[in-house]
């Protein structure tokens, strides 16, 4: 599933190339993606123009001029890209073509069809059901230690599992959480509501860096994720403990390990790490 890095990366090509067209046509090739599409999507879509495009943690908000908002995730496997070109030869699984005045062309491609495409008045955004519990932007300048350590105070949850609630820090993923415990020499079972204050503080700028250096590299491509280029990311080069089981850490030589939290894999060193 794409991550905050590579979500945003996504949002700054649609926002460079998107931004001030209006929509000639839609055509949705199927009736939903994990849930139907919005009654009226044609409708309200055609006509408008994109106002701008936003990111809130993992989800992209595209605003319109007409007061509405798509909502959408990609899930799983979804892709967005943007070709200077109109398409008529549609592969199987892009499932919403939206073609801009221009000729500009959006096709959005789900083959596993986990995303969703949702409409929301834009005033009315904070207070979606998909957004309304949504905790701060890590990378937002007024996120700092003293607040990752109020929202962890007390809990009786492992470090990782903290981090990836989205309602404690809004985007972070299994990826980054990993890397950034690594980096700051947290271990990933420790108890979040345990955490010191100067350790909080100096986790939030290692998380701002580690999210950053994955924007610039065009986020990770793991499975199916490709930026609305249609290139691929390639900060999985640059991973120091996710996806290096057996390995040796590069800080000290032992073996980075897994272990499974929450059902999900979590690489470490164990050594490194307490």
């Known amino acids: 599933m794409p991550e905050l ?18 929509i000639k ?44 908002t ?5 899930g799983m496997s979804g892709r967005v890209v943007v070709q200077n070109k109109i398409r008529n030869d549609h592969a199987k699984h ?22 969703l495409m949702e409409l929301c008045e834009t005033t009315k955004l904070n207070s979606h059901k998909y957004l309304k519990d949504i905790g701060p932007e890590p990378l937002d300048k007024k996120f700092n230690g003293e607040i990752l350590f109020a929202r962890l105070k007390n809990k009786n949850v492992d470090m990782k599992a903290a981090l990836m609630d989205q309602r404690v820090v809004a985007g972070l993923g299994n990826i980054y959480v990993c890397e950034s415990l690594f980096e700051t020499g947290i271990s ?6 345990k955490l010191s204050r100067d350790k909080a503080n100096e986790l939030v700028p290692v998380i701002k860096k580690v999210l950053e250096a994955a924007i610039k590299s065009g986020g990770s491509t793991l499975r199916d ?11 999985q080069h640059q991973f120091k403990v996710y ?5 040796p850490c590069v800080k000290c030589g032992n073996k980075i390990q897994r272990i499974v939290q929450s059902g ?4 470490y060193c164990n050594n490194c790490q307490k």
């Open 5 to 22: 890095p590579e979500v945003e990366t996504v949002k700054r090509g649609l926002s460079d190339s998107i931004t001030g067209k209006n």
């Open 70 to 74: 798509i909502i959408m995730h990609l």
């Open 94 to 115: 892009d499932h919403v073509i939206i073609t801009f005045n221009d000729g500009t062309t959006l096709i959005y491609n789900d083959a596993r069809r986990f995303g």
């Open 188 to 193: 990933p079972k420790r108890k979040a509501g």
């Open 225 to 235: 994720y490709v930026r609305s280029t249609g290139d691929i990311g390639y900060f």
């Open 25 to 68: 046509t839609v055509l949705l090739r199927r009736s939903g993606l994990r849930y139907p599409f919005p009654k009226n999507f044609i409708n309200i879509l055609e006509g408008s123009t994109i106002k701008s495009v936003e990111r809130r943690s993992k989800y992209l908000l595209i605003n319109l001029d007409n007061g509405q």
């Open 243 to 247: 996806g290096r089981e057996k390995e």
């Open 264 to 267: 999900r894999s979590t690489f």
